[in-house]
């Protein structure tokens, strides 16, 4: 699984993870994050301007 | 990444001429104090009541203009070292208690004290404004990613009965921004007002629906204590309790009047931040980013004092979780004539407003219609007025590029 980075604040999206706080179980993929995610902690950065960050072995 | 390595690096070589005048953050909300101390120790005069709204409207602007501005800025790379240096995080901190504190005196002072109505109103306001410097507190750390800063918010705002604001502001509105979809970015032609009446109940509803969402994605009701807006309106509601039960019923109307012109602080903070500025809608119907040039600015030195550097707009929106030591000017960005309480003050008289900013917001947006947020019913004589001319697609894309 793999994890995603804001550009703009550091916030971190792991696959593994999820995010309670915002409702997605862990192992929630990325791509079944709604399309109009937009950075929990900065709301700046849209869906598309997330990075990813690495790969783990799946 | 090596930002840490920086952090442990540079800071020695740059020192930042700020830091101990942050503590003016925290004497200036103290101004609310002034009026019932000097009432109750000096001599029990109505005036003195007077002297923190006086301060506000006409000390501050003044000295705003004869302090002038500030153009200094850290450098990029001591950035992180000011980020990290926990001395700011404890002026935030420090400013919590004397929040509380200076509202609970001014709560008390009307309740115990046999005043007329124009000392009621006197400390009224002086109260709303503790509330205004309070969303201001709130405002700098509900941004942060700690817990203990993202609570801090929330027994903040619980003052003012505005702990939705929290939601709303990160959630919300740094999304909408500057777009006809924020209730909290004002539009070229609308007044104050008028703004107040799309402002409050819309942000309180973008805020109820945003948490709706995310409890339900949790699998929770609306109505779980895990809803943060539901928090701070707790303790509010405990906080007023306990003051009416204490002081008597006739303190709801006071205390709603309180609350009511603490919140018309922030209607005031955010229809001057962006007052007619829009991002533009790009082809798969998203806007563009938030630019610096999509956000209002003030430089000047005392008022960004009172304020964390929230007069440094375009930064902050730029960068939302940047704590407040590190926000930065630049040139060239849209820019207000006085600081944010000269603006208030001019903002209560439309027609002045409109005189002082429209010039200035045309200025800013290179006369590009298609870069102004009007409001729908003014657009047309506004146009007419200001002589513009919707720019053909081709030139209004190449207008952007250069």
Do not use: Q
């Given at each position: 699984m793999s994890a995603y980075l804001c550009p703009e604040?550091?916030?971190?999206?792991?696959?593994?993870?999820?995010?309670a706080h915002m409702g997605f179980a862990p192992?929630?993929?990325?791509?079944?994050?709604p399309a109009d995610f937009v950075c929990p902690d900065c709301a700046i950065s849209y869906k598309e301007d997330f990075s990813r960050r690495n790969d783990a072995a799946a | 990444m090596n930002s840490s390595a920086l952090a442990s690096e540079l800071?020695?070589?740059?020192?930042?001429?700020?830091?101990?005048?942050?503590?003016?953050?925290?004497?200036?909300?103290?101004?609310?104090?002034?009026?019932?101390?000097?009432y109750l120790f000096v001599s029990p005069k109505l005036l003195w009541l007077w002297l923190p709204t006086l301060f506000s409207y006409l000390v501050i602007p003044v000295l705003d203009a004869i302090i002038g501005e500030d153009r200094s800025n850290p450098p990029e790379d001591a950035v992180p070292g000011l980020e990290a240096d926990p001395y700011y995080r404890y002026v935030t901190f420090a400013l919590v208690p004397i929040l509380w504190v200076s509202f609970l005196v001014s709560v008390v002072f009307i309740g115990t004290q046999d005043l007329p109505w124009h000392g009621v109103l006197a400390v009224i306001i002086a109260a709303g404004g503790t509330l205004g410097y309070?969303?201001?507190?709130?405002?700098?750390?509900?941004?942060?990613?700690?817990?203990?800063?993202?609570?801090?918010?929330?027994?903040?705002?619980?003052?003012g009965f505005y702990g939705h604001f929290f939601v709303e502001h990160n959630r919300g509105h740094h999304r909408d921004v500057a777009t006809p979809a924020d209730p909290a970015s004002s539009r070229m032609g609308e007044s104050i007002y008028r703004f107040v009446?799309?402002?409050m109940p819309g942000a309180f509803f973008r805020a109820w629906d945003l948490e709706a969402e995310r409890l339900d994605r949790c699998g929770k009701s609306v109505w779980s204590l895990q809803n943060e807006i539901i928090q701070p309106a707790l303790i509010s509601i405990v906080l007023y309790g306990v003051l009416v039960a204490f002081l008597g019923l006739e303190m709801i109307p006071v205390l709603l009047l309180i609350a009511f012109w603490g919140a018309f602080q922030l209607t005031q903070a955010n229809y001057i931040e962006h007052y007619g500025l829009l991002r533009k809608q790009q082809p798969n119907g998203r806007y563009e980013r938030c630019q610096p040039y999509h956000s209002w600015n003030s430089n000047h030195l005392f008022s960004n004092w009172a304020l964390f550097h929230l007069q440094r707009h375009s930064d902050h929106h730029a960068h939302p979780t940047r704590r407040y030591q590190s926000l930065r000017d630049f040139p060239d960005l849209p820019r207000l004539p006085n600081g944010y309480f000269g603006m208030y003050l001019i903002a209560y008289f439309p027609s002045l407003w409109f005189k002082i900013m429209d010039k200035r917001l045309l200025e800013a947006v290179n006369r590009d219609p298609s870069r102004i947020n009007f409001e729908p019913a003014k657009r047309e004589r506004l146009m007419r007025q200001y002589g513009l001319e919707e720019v053909a697609k081709v030139t209004d894309d190449a207008g952007v590029a250069a």
């Open positions: 604040c550091g916030y971190v999206y792991e696959e593994t993870l999820g995010d192992g929630t993929p990325w791509a079944e994050l | 800071p020695s070589e740059y020192v930042d001429h700020k830091r101990h005048l942050w503590l003016f953050s925290l004497l200036v909300p103290c101004i609310a104090l002034i009026g019932p101390l000097m309070g969303l201001n507190l709130g405002h700098e750390m509900g941004h942060k990613k700690t817990t203990l800063e993202r609570w801090l918010a929330k027994v903040t705002l619980a003052l009446f799309r402002e």
